[in-house]
């Protein structure tokens, strides 16, 4: 089998079209062409009046043809063997693992890092046992639910904490920057259309699939894992861990204890906990795991009517079904050394509640998989950095989100409400006072003022100057009516949980942060493939342990 890469064609086309392409782009016949499959599909909108569609296909040729047309294009790189891209386990258990003298792996959290993390440990019959301080995603539903309609906080189940993690209410995207020579990602997907994800997300460029889908996968994994021996417990927050110390400071996991008393003997965690498990991050510090802090993003987020951006990316294009709701990326460079950029993009979409503290408001984003809300939603964020912004120790940029968030949740008027502010007026430099033609999705509800206080100096004078800036790449941007809703300060972990290339702390042995919580990963494709890695790492080491016992 052969793929083949960049063939172009009309929005338009019809499947002859395809066929034609593959064939002429080889130089062969329709008989020699036995067969056909679509690998990548994407989309070139840079011209909007000629928007063209881009394949990447796989293509079965007789076998005489297919030598053929490898020696004729050898020195060409649009043609290639079809890489394997079948995952193959690093590892298998015995079927009686683990017999008395072993210890069971753990994972902590049970977001797309631990679940992929589990779900490999359990494929390869491990048996772990996950641990989450949240609720099942049913529950957990609910909960959040009462946040947006209620303004009643849940600190322990909520967007952030609880089975399927923070990208459980997200736009589900399942595309990122991670490099991928081993086709990690296509495991990922793999799983996800088994648990129920729609095929497209195998073929489309920039796959997504929406919360409430999500939701229904996330048990159908979760259920896998326990059938293959795996055990899942949820309200199970860990309060401290066990470390045997060397002299060097180093050391080795020996377990953890759970804040109802219960202690757990292992010398394989996993630490999956996401980028706001705070008090966790404070307690490993204290029980002497290495963390260091690391550059993070704060900002708002920015609404526009959808139509608005469908027009500026596809022109007369806009609306057509293969295009679906546009997106941007957009980044900006600004006069004050400071750069601001677009993040977790949520076309069609919603701007929700994401606090996970008393006290505090915080904003993100989410769509479902149709992606036909009348908005369209974005972080505008700037990047800060630890030497220049929070140097005082590991932990403060931990102290300058919650200062952020408090600060957004006393304009917000003390009930979970969030500031909001009409771009033309925040450009301006004066109060918003009434609503123009863009309506607010945040629930449950912004209450309109003066943005201006929510962020540092240079950072609203990086959001003013990046916005005129970042409309004329796309127009409308700036509308005078579009809305900024404080504050976005959970884009990333503020820390990092370093590990050497064994995937376990760099000072403590049997440690393995994980994911985006310990800084390793930037949504949901690229946390799930870290806990690929990890699991194969956790493996390697318990079945090397077991050989040499």
């Keep these: 089998m052969l793929r083949l890469n960049e063939i172009k064609l009309a929005l338009d086309h019809n499947e002859d079209a395809l066929i034609e392409a593959i064939v002429d782009k080889v130089a062969i016949s329709r008989d020699d062409l036995l067969s056909f499959t679509i690998f990548k599909?994407?989309?070139?909108?840079?011209?909007?009046?000629?928007?063209?569609?881009?394949?990447?296909?796989?293509?079965?040729?007789?076998?005489?043809?297919?030598?053929?047309?490898?020696?004729?294009?050898s020195k060409q790189t649009f043609v290639k063997v079809t890489p394997d891209m079948e995952y193959h386990f690093v590892a298998q258990a015995d079927a009686d693992f683990p017999n008395k003298e072993q210890q069971r792996p753990i994972v902590v959290g049970f977001g797309p890092c631990g679940i992929l993390t589990a779900l490999v440990l359990a494929q390869m019959g491990l048996k772990p046992i996950v641990l989450d301080r949240g609720q099942d995603v049913k529950q957990r539903t609910?909960?959040?639910?009462?946040?947006?309609?209620?303004?009643?906080?849940?600190?322990?189940?909520?967007?952030?904490?609880?089975?399927?993690?923070?990208?459980?209410?997200?736009?589900?995207?399942?595309?990122?920057?991670?490099?991928?020579?081993?086709?990690?990602?296509?495991?990922?997907?793999?799983?996800?259309?088994?648990?129920?994800?729609?095929d497209e997300i195998l073929v489309d460029?920039?796959?997504?699939?929406?919360?409430?889908?999500?939701?229904?996968?996330?048990?159908?994994?979760?259920?896998?894992i326990i059938a293959l021996g795996g055990e899942i417990r949820f309200g199970h927050k860990v309060d401290t861990i066990h470390r045997e110390h060397n002299l060097d400071d180093s050391g080795q996991i020996t377990g953890l204890t759970l804040s109802n008393g219960e202690t757990m003997h292992s010398r394989h965690i996993v630490l999956a906990i996401g980028h706001s498990a705070r008090d966790t991050f404070e307690m490993l510090l204290e029980y002497g795991?290495?963390?260091?802090?690391?550059?993070?993003?704060?900002?708002?987020?920015?609404?526009?009517?959808?139509?608005?951006?469908?027009?500026?990316?596809?022109?007369?294009?806009?609306?057509?079904?293969?295009?679906?709701?546009?997106?941007?990326?957009?980044?900006?460079h600004c006069k004050n050394g400071r750069s601001v950029y677009s993040f977790c993009m949520c076309p069609g979409?919603?701007?929700?509640?994401?606090?996970?503290?008393?006290?505090?408001?915080?904003?993100?984003?989410?769509?479902?998989?149709?992606?036909?809300?009348?908005?369209?939603?974005?972080a505008i964020v700037v990047g800060i950095d630890p030497e220049q912004d929070y140097p005082e120790h590991v932990l403060s940029g931990i102290d300058l989100q919650r200062d952020?968030?408090?600060?957004?949740?006393?304009?917000?008027g003390g009930d979970y409400k969030a500031p909001a502010q009409l771009v033309g007026d925040f450009l301006e430099g004066k109060p918003s006072t009434e609503l123009g033609d863009v309506t607010?999705?945040?629930?449950?509800?912004?209450?309109?003022?003066?943005?201006?206080?929510?962020?540092?100096?240079?950072?609203?004078?990086?959001?003013?100057?990046?916005?005129?800036?970042?409309?004329?790449?796309?127009?409308?941007?700036?509308?005078?009516?579009?809305?900024?809703?404080?504050?976005?300060?959970?884009?990333?972990?503020?820390?990092?949980?370093?590990?050497?290339?064994?995937?376990?702390?760099?000072?403590?042995?049997?440690?393995?942060?994980?994911?985006?919580?310990?800084?390793?990963?930037?949504?949901?494709?690229?946390?799930?493939?870290?806990?690929?890695?990890v699991a194969e790492a956790v493996a390697k080491s318990i079945l090397l342990d077991t050989t040499d016992s």
Aim: include cysteine.
């Design 349 to 378: 979409g919603t701007v929700v509640a994401a606090a996970s503290e008393e006290g505090g408001v915080v904003t993100n984003g989410m769509s479902q998989y149709s992606r036909n809300e009348r908005n369209a939603n974005a």
């Design 205 to 224: 460029s920039k796959p997504h699939i929406g919360t409430f889908k999500l939701v229904s996968m996330v048990e159908k994994m979760r259920n896998e």
């Design 41 to 73: 599909r994407s989309s070139d909108a840079r011209k909007k009046t000629n928007i063209l569609l881009i394949y990447q296909v796989d293509i079965v040729l007789k076998e005489e043809v297919e030598a053929a047309v490898l020696e004729q294009f």
């Design 440 to 533: 607010p999705s945040y629930q449950p509800g912004i209450r309109l003022g003066d943005l201006s206080n929510a962020l540092p100096d240079f950072a609203i004078e990086a959001l003013r100057e990046a916005i005129p800036v970042f409309d004329r790449r796309v127009p409308g941007y700036a509308m005078k009516d579009a809305i900024l809703t404080g504050v976005e300060t959970r884009t990333s972990a503020p820390i990092c949980i370093r590990r050497g290339k064994d995937f376990q702390s760099i000072n403590t042995q049997g440690l393995y942060p994980a994911g985006e919580g310990a800084g390793y990963a930037g949504g949901i494709l690229s946390a799930a493939i870290d806990g690929i890695k």
């Design 289 to 332: 795991v290495y963390i260091e802090s690391k550059p993070f993003s704060i900002g708002f987020r920015i609404e526009h009517p959808q139509s608005v951006i469908d027009k500026a990316r596809f022109g007369d294009n806009a609306g057509n079904a293969l295009l679906g709701a546009a997106d941007y990326h957009l980044v900006h």
């Design 404 to 412: 952020l968030e408090k600060l957004a949740y006393d304009l917000g």
């Design 142 to 198: 609910k909960d959040t639910w009462d946040l947006w309609q209620k303004g009643k906080l849940n600190t322990e189940s909520n967007v952030q904490f609880g089975e399927g993690g923070a990208g459980t209410f997200s736009d589900g995207k399942l595309f990122s920057q991670v490099k991928d020579k081993r086709f990690l990602s296509r495991k990922v997907l793999d799983e996800f259309v088994k648990a129920g994800a729609p």
